[in-house]
């Protein structure tokens, strides 16, 4: 170290060696020093020249919306993420030029050729779903008022048996052409509102067949683009989602899918760092609602008549509607949470995707309770507990589970953690207290076939849990009597206009006996 050199200050006027080699010459000011305002505007141009650069060249992809990942910008920052853009990008370029070229060929001709097989993004994976395509339209159908519920699962209407069947040629030809919503949505099925449609079941099946191989058909070309595994099962934008979970750190990897399932894909992925508001979970669960909107048109019972849901409803296209899945399962997750039920806990939700905790350890999930063989004192304190959570689940969550079965509780850590509840409903729900009867059935069955001497019937349970004193002595005469207080309920809400004046703001179940 060569203190001289440290401490040897240039002189005004000679300048620092590189000043002479600079190849644009020596400035003309000999003052060395820097002026404040001069770093200032050297600042100010370069925001400038961002701005400009960022009004010029626009994010291509939005950046999720939503309270739970705030301030965040796209992280460009991984080629593997960029060159994804890019396709995409491509991939949609590519799609219009197609388009133009086959109404080029086709003009006006009446035989048209249809280049659809050779898009490269699939119609439910396409932007334009996004906002342009309304589901109202087809949610406020005419004939989809009486649709209902008319025959419930047990095949016929009213008390006693045969009165209307389910196989009464009028009502099962009117429910054949309402069906027919259930087939994909490009599926044209024509105009049958406005006109009482009758389908027989020998031309509805004919029709179901044929929108099946046809789903089947757009499903298998789709899946032919889709070349990695463990994410085989999302489009790509959910991929990107997904991407950016492990870039930001929050998700250190996703190993690969648990299950796939009608409505949504499960994935293990090992927790990343923790951020300032929350601490990751060592393992997590992702649960991604799935975008094609087949099955789900099939659950909107569930959430169009939740009043916590029913407003926006109406107003949301299918992709949203989809979102609404997965925030309905994070609020309920949320309130189990609270009223201390083993369940997973919720760690964000974004768009489509719900990461949760893992049940189970090490990348394996925790079994279903109907693939465990318990020994019979688990059994029958699995039992237990299971009454005592659906109880707490009514009187303190205010919810019903309405897919409880052996399908969606785990056996983990000595005991039962129940899981799946996007499709849970408040008790005053219209359809409520049938989903309920529906999960004691179950829950009933499968312990009185498992041993449980101690097991009460459906209908003991049901009370147990509702704290309703239903008196009816057969299945048939006690769902009427559940569905004469749906309807009092119902017709409560009527009157009083609003939802919440059955119960206390502070999420009591509701009253019936007023
Ligand atoms: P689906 O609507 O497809 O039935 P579920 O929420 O029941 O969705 O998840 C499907 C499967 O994924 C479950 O049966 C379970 O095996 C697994 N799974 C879901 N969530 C978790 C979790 N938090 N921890 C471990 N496994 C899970
Ligand atoms: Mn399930």
Request: with cysteine.
């Amino acid at each position: 170290m060569d203190p001289v050199g440290v401490a040897a200050a240039p002189e005004a006027g000679t300048g620092p060696a590189w000043r002479s080699k600079c190849p644009w010459g020596a400035p003309n000011t000999t003052s060395m020093s820097c002026s404040l305002a001069d770093v200032m505007s050297e600042q100010l141009a370069k925001e400038l020249q961002l701005e400009e650069e960022n009004a010029a060249f626009p994010e291509v992809v939005a950046v999720a919306e939503g309270p739970f990942i705030t301030g965040e910008n796209i992280d460009t920052s991984s080629d593997l993420m960029l060159a994804q853009m890019l396709q995409m990008e491509f991939d949609r370029e590519y799609d219009a030029q197609l388009r133009r070229e086959e109404k080029k060929i086709n003009g006006d001709s009446k035989v048209s050729i249809s280049f659809e097989n050779y898009r490269k993004v699939h119609p439910y994976d396409s932007d334009s779903s996004e906002d342009e395509v309304d589901w109202q339209d087809t949610r406020h159908d005419p004939y989809r008022a009486d649709k209902p519920t008319t025959t419930p699962r047990k095949g016929f209407i009213g008390k006693g048996k045969d009165i209307t069947t389910k196989h009464d040629e009028v009502v099962c030809g009117r429910k054949n052409t309402a069906r027919m919503e259930n087939f994909a949505p490009e599926f044209q099925v024509g105009d049958g509102i406005g006109m009482d449609l009758k389908l027989s079941n020998q031309v509805f099946n004919a029709l179901k067949q044929h929108a099946y191989s046809e789903e089947r058909r757009s499903a298998r070309l789709h899946e032919k683009k889709e070349h990695s595994t463990a994410e085989k099962a999302v489009d790509p934008k959910t991929r990107l989602l997904l991407y950016k979970m492990v870039n930001s750190g929050m998700l250190e990897t996703i190993t690969g899918c648990i299950s796939t399932g009608k409505e949504s894909v499960v994935f293990h992925a090992y927790g990343g760092n923790a951020t300032e508001d929350k601490v990751m979970p060592p393992e997590c669960a992702i649960k991604v609602f799935k975008t094609t909107l087949n099955e789900f048109k099939n659950r909107d019972k569930y959430i169009k008549d939740d009043y916590r849901f029913k407003d926006r409803f109406s107003k949301l296209n299918p992709r949203k509607i989809i979102r609404m899945w997965a925030e309905k399962e994070m609020h309920n997750l949320t309130r189990m949470q609270n009223a201390g039920i083993p369940c997973p806990q919720v760690v964000i939700l974004k768009k489509h995707v719900l990461v949760m905790s893992f049940i189970g350890q090490d990348q394996v999930p925790a079994p279903k309770l109907k693939d465990v063989t318990l020994n019979s004192e688990d059994m029958k304190k699995a039992y237990y507990q299971i009454l005592n959570m659906m109880q707490q689940l009514y009187k303190e969550c205010n919810l019903v589970h309405a897919d409880l079965s052996e399908y969606n509780m785990l056996w983990h850590d000595g005991k039962v953690w129940l899981i799946d509840v996007s499709q849970s409903v408040e008790p005053t729900h219209p359809h409520g207290l049938e989903f309920l009867f529906r999960d004691c059935r179950n829950v009933s069955q499968f312990f009185q076939k498992g041993g449980v001497a101690e097991a009460l019937n459906e209908r003991e349970l049901f009370n147990a849990v509702s704290g309703l004193n239903i008196t009816a002595d057969n299945e048939v005469d006690f769902q009427a009597e559940i569905e004469a207080l749906e309807k009092m309920n119902e017709d409560h809400v009527q009157n009083h206009g609003k939802k919440l004046s059955m119960f206390s703001s502070d999420g009591d179940p509701p009253i019936y006996n007023e």
